[in-house]
């Protein structure tokens, strides 16, 4: 039975249970621990490599922002305003401007491409960041949503519409690939209705997950801001014809938010179930019965240790002379993919014990093709969770329901039977009056508005006249 407080109190155990992250006495702020951070890492290296490949550069900006770079775009410090902490004094002096702590660096770097940006020759301007950021969050959830989180965001700049939107797109596909085919969490893109629209973009555009209790979270978003930012700062160029003009500019990002969508989307009741890909552990290799007695058991692990690490395979040897069970315990909560057991008579026969983190049934391999067969069952769990997490989803996004009533009741439903309300596919006219409403009545947002829609509708669900838009509904983090 699902209740929504019970899985938060799951989220919050496993990711502790899991020591992926601590808290600190600054609220919304957390520690990454070792495990935590590199499945940033991980996250990190996938989405670096295809930066590069399409002609990326990264940079580093200033964390600190002067209070009137904002005041030059007058939507985006509207959006940020309520989430901003401020630097007033420093070495016991009051400033002459207050600095903010940044929480995106759209204004900072605006300053800069200004400087930078003279001709045509000059562009495209393709940069990227790895930095932290802040937002002051009313109510935070360790890796979904804290007052200090770490992302990337880039931020270019082109000569005409046509490149900007198609740079914009080409980094939303780039989210797509590395969320399903690194995370193997299935997204649903689609652009952003307007009051869900980054503050000062032209269009966002978004890849929404559906986690394991029905809420969506915002794996990535990609902005086309048009000339808005461009105007404001300043960022002109001399074009082709020899005229000065304002370039275009976009603006895309991600954030260890992921971490927490992969431990939502796979995770279990006995904690962490990770994408190989992404696992600080791939395989863990652990002596079983008096293997103490039997000092060639442990030889032969420390043998497979080397071969699969020449293999690139992340793998570690539990040798420590706690019980079997618990080694167990300890490395299922902590997501480990693969566990190899050996033991005496495993050893005479030759063989190992494997079992992979998303199955319940183990299987036995002769020595001499596990480090084959722990390859192959790498790869086919990736599949597995990606088709997994793909069947959850689909069953859990509604497509019949049409009219803000028939929503109502669906939740009713849902709640008496103890499951998930998911998600709902619904027509809107494109009334902000409708939108809003929808969500005062039963907290549902607007995710995006899909670019392959499984069916299209044809009337609002709010106001029941025709639909301009179908959209995803959802409850959200």
Known sequence: MYQENEFTKWYLKTIQDAELMDYTPVRGCITFRPDGYEIWEHIQAAMDQRFKETGHRNAYFPMLIPESFFQKEKEHIEGFAPELPW??????EPLEERLALRPTSETMIGHLYAKWVNSYRDLPLLLNQWANVFRWEKKTLPFIRTSEFLWQEGHTAHENEEEARHETMQMLAIYKEVVENILAIPVYGGTKTESERFAGAVDTFSIEAMMRDGKAVQAGTSHYLGTKFAEA????????????????????????RLIGSVIMVHGDDKGLVLPPKIAPTQVVLIPVGPFKKHPEIVAKLEQLQKDLKAKGIRVRLDDTDQTAGFKFNKWEQKGAALRIELGPRDYENQQAIVKARDEDDKQTVNLEQLVTVVEEELAHMQQRLLTKARQFRDANAHVTIDSLAQLQQHIEASKA???????VLAGWCGSADCEKKVKEETK???????????????????CEQEAQHTVWFARAY
Request: with cysteine; hydrophobic share 30%.
């Open 87 to 92: 630097v007033t004094e420093a070495a016991g």
């Open 233 to 256: 700062f300043d960022i002109k160029y001399l074009n082709r014809n020899n005229e000065h003009t304002h370039v275009h500019t976009t603006s895309w990002g991600t954030s260890t």
């Open 417 to 423: 039977a103890g499951t998930i309300p998911g998600w």
């Open 444 to 462: 549902f947002t607007t995710r995006n508005i899909p670019f392959q829609p499984p069916v299209q509708k044809s009337t609002c669900i709010c």
